[in-house]
């Protein structure tokens, strides 16, 4: 009996399926069109916005002297890139994208002709050479001639030795000892062993890197360093430091106060702008006058003990007729740090407006001086 009511109901629970109306196929038919269409011309647009792109990159880098095939090159560099044209414009976007490309070919042949290509259009855009106000990068930024401290990490003491950059090109560095003898300290140098490298920047600041040696001639007494995309531009608290121990002397300019210009009358400000009285002068600078031992120097400052009366406000100027080691007569220094010591105070001093020649000097003196030290026990 109850398969009977189930009978009768069938009918009414079996699906309809009717054909769609044609409306309903034009709607899909249309939507179907234009998704297609869209497709099409998104990817129409792409490509046109691609060869634009790679035009341009074509012509900016046809009016900096680059050949056809130099173009082809750079077309196919830039395939990925969404402003092309930085590849002739940006030295930082020519070693991003130049990179990867080289390690590529060095694992491939050392001596692909890609890689002399590459040197050509590094050279005829410019890019061999970066401006100064322009940070460096990489070891491929580097200019022949440069004078580096080499240290190997097998040494167990830290001592660096001076190496010039004998020839900077595309694939690697080559250095050569500054003096002959030094090479015999690395007599035991080989492939694949790291060196850290440090060098000053003339009007820039310190750098340090770390790379494997490609190979060692000992016959020319050079080695072939591998280049370094990871230039560490250092701070002055990480200068290459040196301790020294010698006398020095400052004079305290203090700071001028705040608005004490604004506030002083017309009378006095006239009155400070007369000439002071050369006795007068001479011992307020007498009072101003601070004896010192130096502790330790970098390129950036140096580090002082000094027993006179603190804490101290100002700049400190070294003394005119200063006579030491190194060239330091008339420096300005910016106080960074002081503490006190005992009955002595300890200040942290920045150099401040050195001259270019005056820093390059410097500079020279203190790798000198690290030298010296590190032979002296041979001697």
């Excluded at 056809?68 to 077309?75: N, R």
């Excluded at 002082?304 to 008339?330: M, N, R």
């Excluded at 006190?340 to 200040?347: F, I, K, Q």
Aim: proline share 6%; hydrophobic share 40%; glycine share 4%.
């Amino acid at each position: 009996m109850n398969d009977d009511k189930l009978r009768d109901a069938l009918p009414f629970l079996r699906p309809r399926i009717e054909e769609p109306s044609a409306i309903v196929l034009l709607f899909f038919a249309v939507l179907c069109i234009g998704l297609i269409t869209l497709i099409v011309l998104h990817f129409k647009r792409s490509i046109t916005e691609r060869k634009k792109r790679q035009l341009k990159l074509r012509e900016a880098g046809a009016d900096r002297g680059l050949s056809s095939k130099d173009l082809a090159l750079l077309g196919r560099l830039s395939s990925k890139m969404s402003n092309p044209i930085q590849l002739v414009e940006s030295l930082y976007a020519f070693d991003r994208i130049i990179a990867p490309r080289l390690e590529e070919l060095f694992a491939r042949d050392w001596n692909h002709k890609e890689i002399r290509q590459i040197a050509h259009i590094r050279q005829q855009l410019g890019f061999d050479q970066v401006p100064v106000d322009q940070a460096l990068r990489s070891t491929r930024q580097l200019e022949d001639g440069l004078t580096v401290m080499v240290w190997c990490e097998a040494q167990e003491v830290e001592t660096f030795y001076p190496w010039i950059v004998v020839n900077r090109e595309e694939r690697a560095l080559m250095l050569a000892p500054l003096l002959q003898e030094d090479f015999a300290r690395y007599g035991k140098l080989k492939a694949d062993q790291s060196l850290v490298v440090r060098f000053w920047r003339s009007a820039d600041t310190e750098y340090r890197f770390e790379s494997a040696i490609h190979s060692v001639d000992r016959r020319e007494n050079t080695i072939v360093l591998h280049h370094s995309d990871a230039l560490e531009r250092l701070q002055q608290r990480d200068f290459y430091r040196i301790y020294a121990h010698f006398a020095i002397h400052f004079f305290l300019v203090p700071d001028p106060a705040p608005d004490a210009e604004s506030e002083m009358p017309a009378a006095d400000s006239e009155a400070v702008a007369q000439p002071a009285d050369p006795a007068i002068d001479h011992v307020e600078r007498d009072k101003q006058r601070i004896e010192a031992t130096v502790l330790d120097l970098s390129a950036g400052g140096l580090s002082i003990e000094t027993q006179a009366p603190g804490p101290f406000e100002g700049t400190l100027v070294v003394a005119p007729d200063f006579e030491g080691p190194f060239p330091l007569a008339e420096l300005s220094c910016q106080i960074v740090n002081q503490n006190r010591v005992g009955h002595a105070y300890r200040l942290q001093l920045r150099f401040a407006a050195m001259p270019a020649a005056r820093e390059a000097e410097l500079v020279r003196c203190v790798y000198e001086h690290q030298l010296s030290q590190a032979r002296r026990p041979e001697e």
